[in-house]
């Protein structure tokens, strides 16, 4: 039996994955369901639109599964606890999600996903559904711009789901879905800093070591190894560490550009937290001329109690901005 | 007494007992793969293979083989997910589409099913050998069982069961190129990859199945 030395309150550790589900259909109070053995599909879709399937492990939530609802993703595929959803999966929630249209994937670059997704992708194209994977790979310090194709997905698919789902509203075309997804990722880039592992529900055991007087900067959110471990320090220090990071990467940000700026709890680091860096954060953008369009802060992209933070900016260009203007309603983010 | 060749009823009597000796290992492939990954190998392939074991068990006598081949990948795929789910599924439905139309096993079939097996797997996940993955037992297992088709059925097994083995055993110097390993750098050397030693296990227990 497990330690579960994370006190988690749940049932039998081997059914977190299965339990979660049926907790998150209940949690859509009827305007979505439960499709084949571990998806989830909004019950009102836009007829004849292009269809947003988003997916992955569980155990990370609320994402993906949580970002499904009105102006999000219209659906969702989910795998075991860290573990992307096999292609069957990945087939009944396309099959759910597609009005004819089409249906555009849109998932973090790790191994599994893009494997499995892929897979689910050959299955659909058999029965005539047209599919088409834009991949997010937003986390500056997995790979160097070089090799973004090496980079992996963290907090950035929030703004970007958020932006293809606005997309999935008003455009009528698969091409059209695929091209704004693709822009909303080319637009962003997160930075992650951990304080702290999560710990893997079946076992109890941490997901990574980390001595407690020092913070893993650029950390992805399994503890994948960032660009190294700084001394433990405070808000004020800690901002532009990570601010200093995003500005050296290769998305233009010029004086009058608009963002996005969001700021991710990793799991159990505190809305306090979260605030006392915003404030520390925000002089530093607004001095470089960044003009914040909306903030979001909030603990939207997990790894259990890990904790830890994460900064992601979307650049908003005029087609993003009046999307991004349009509100949306999930479990896990909603705009009014 | 060693079989010269398999009926599809053998082949999938020789599978069952592959899904038992994946299932046997589990503790030496979750150990592997703590020293690595996240210790979590052994208990998929053992999911995965206690589906394929389910799914061999439903199908009807004389199934062909080719199919015999792809339900156990699929099975595996659809229970185990991640990405172990979709390359070991992928190894099983790769190499059995290559045996299509085959009414018996023999030393030339088993280098079909490995070469188009590996192949299958290598056009899936990008991997090549020398990156620390189940590529580097499943290649050399194929090009064994390429040079052994002149050979007997239990010498062609034998044979691929051996090059297999080294090949887990060349990953011990391999710094890993996928998956979480890769984020270990060097501190991977010394450790065999959990796939590879998988891949051990499969083509161990059709050698004894074939020379039983």
């Not at chain 1, 702290?196 to 893993?216: N, R, W």
């Not at chain 2, 010498?155 to 090059?163: I, N, P, R």
Request: proline share 5%; charged share 25%.
């Amino acid at each position: 039996m497990s330690k579960n030395s994370a006190k988690k309150i749940i049932n039998d550790p081997l059914k977190c994955a299965d339990e979660l589900f049926e907790g998150l259909v209940l949690a859509y109070d009827g305007k979505a369901r439960k499709v084949g053995r571990r998806s989830i599909v909004m019950n009102e879709l836009r007829p004849d639109a292009p269809a947003l399937l988003v997916g992955g492990g569980a155990g990370h939530e609320p994402i993906y599964h949580g970002l499904v609802g009105p102006g999000m993703a219209d659906g969702a595929a989910i795998g075991d606890i860290f573990a992307a959803p096999p292609p069957d999966i990945v087939l009944e929630a396309t099959e759910a999600v597609n009005r004819g249209k089409g249906v555009l994937y849109l998932y973090g670059n790790y191994a599994g996903d893009v494997l499995n997704f892929d897979l689910g992708a050959e299955l659909a194209e058999e029965e005539g559904i047209t599919v088409k994977t834009v991949i997010i790979n937003d986390d500056v310090c997995s790979a160097p711009p070089s090799e973004k194709s090496k980079r992996r997905g963290v907090a950035g698919l929030v703004p970007v789901v958020k932006l293809a789902g606005a997309a999935a509203q008003t455009v009528d075309t698969l091409e059209e879905l695929a091209r704004i997804a693709q822009k909303a990722v080319d637009h962003t880039r997160s930075v992650g800093v951990s304080t702290k592992p999560g710990s893997i529900p079946a076992t109890g055991e941490p997901t990574f070591e980390l001595a407690d007087d020092v913070i893993g900067l650029g950390m992805g959110i399994h503890g994948e190894k960032g660009v190294g471990l700084i001394p433990m320090c405070t808000a004020d220090e800690l901002a532009p560490k990570i601010l200093d990071l995003l500005f050296a990467d290769d998305l233009e940000l010029n004086a009058g550009d608009e963002i996005v700026f969001f700021v991710n709890s990793l799991g159990s680091t505190h809305m306090m937290e979260l605030l006392i860096l915003l404030r520390a954060a925000r002089p530093i953008l607004e001095a470089k001329g960044l003009k914040v369009h909306q903030t979001i802060l909030d603990n939207i992209v997990t790894c259990q109690e890990m904790a830890g933070v994460s900064f992601s900016i979307t650049k908003l260009d005029d087609e993003l901005k009046r999307l991004w203007d349009l509100p949306c309603e999930s479990v896990g983010y909603t705009k009014l | 007494m060693p079989k010269s060749s398999l009926s599809s009823d053998q082949v999938k009597e020789m599978l069952l007992q592959v899904a038992d000796a994946i299932i046997a290992a589990e503790p030496r492939l979750s150990e592997a793969d703590r020293n690595l990954g996240d210790g979590d190998h052994g208990l998929g392939m053992q999911r995965g293979m206690t589906a394929g074991k389910e799914k061999l068990q439903e199908l009807e006598a004389g199934t062909p083989i080719d199919k015999v081949f792809s339900s156990l990948g699929m099975a595996m795929m659809s229970s185990m997910g991640g990405a172990s789910g979709a390359i070991f599924g992928s190894y099983f439905r790769a190499g059995g589409k290559a045996l299509a139309g085959q009414e018996v096993f023999d030393s030339a079939s088993l280098a079909g099913f490995l070469r188009a097996g590996v192949d299958g797997v290598k056009q899936r996940g990008g991997a090549k050998v020398g990156d620390k993955t189940a590529v580097d037992s499943m290649e050399p297992a194929a090009e064994k069982a390429a040079e052994s088709t002149a050979l007997p059925l239990p010498e062609a097994a034998a044979a691929a069961a051996d090059a297999a083995i080294a090949g887990m055993e060349a990953s011990k110097d391999m710094i890993a190129q996928f998956g979480r390993a890769k984020t270990l750098g060097e501190g991977c050397l010394g450790h065999p990859d959990a796939g590879a030693m998988s891949i051990t296990v499969i083509l161990g227990a059709m050698r004894d199945y074939i020379q039983a």
